[in-house]
């Protein structure tokens, strides 16, 4: 099963980029000077951000469709993150070493099946979902914190 994961498009945060912390209050969001590595995974380059960097933290919705399953939740981006990530067939660091929670859905955006796997499990899991002819995505999540780290589609 040919899959691609891909990072958030940058332009969808580029107001934030820069912006004053009084600001981004306003947005309810914070910037954060990176502290340990891993810990801060930016949703852009599907990597975590190394210490030193600088990094948004805000409410980002991974699912927008009008449906039970609407969900957002903070995530952070980089603020020097210029282009999204692309992996084909391949699973991105973000997704190696936490425990995740995998959520297939269906075309008109309904959960059709959901796993969580271990570290180090994740292609097996997302594998495992597509072999569900109805998934046509699958959400990945932390498992710890809850929080969108990215999307497989069908390639």
């Given at each position: 099963?040919?899959?691609i994961i891909e990072g958030l498009s940058p332009q969808q945060f580029e107001r934030f980029i820069g912006m004053p912390d009084g600001e981004l209050a306003a947005y309810n969001a914070l910037r954060y000077t990176v502290t340990n590595?891993?810990?801060f995974?930016?949703?852009i380059t599907l990597e975590d951000a190394d210490p030193g960097e600088t990094a948004i933290l805000i409410n980002h919705y991974s699912r927008d469709e009008d449906t039970p399953?609407?969900?957002s939740h903070a995530i952070f981006v980089r603020?020097?993150?210029v282009a999204p990530a692309r992996f084909e067939d391949e699973i991105p660091p973000v997704l190696r070493?936490?425990?995740l929670s995998l959520r297939g859905f269906d075309a008109a955006g309904m959960m059709a099946d959901a796993m969580t796997t271990?570290?180090?499990g994740a292609e097996e899991g997302l594998l495992k979902l597509f072999e569900d002819?109805?998934?046509v995505e699958v959400d990945a999540h932390n498992v710890a914190r809850g929080c969108f780290l990215a999307r497989a589609r069908r390639a």
């Open positions: 099963m040919a899959y590595k891993p810990g995974p930016c949703r399953f609407r969900a603020e020097t993150a070493t936490r425990a271990e570290p180090g002819p109805r998934i």
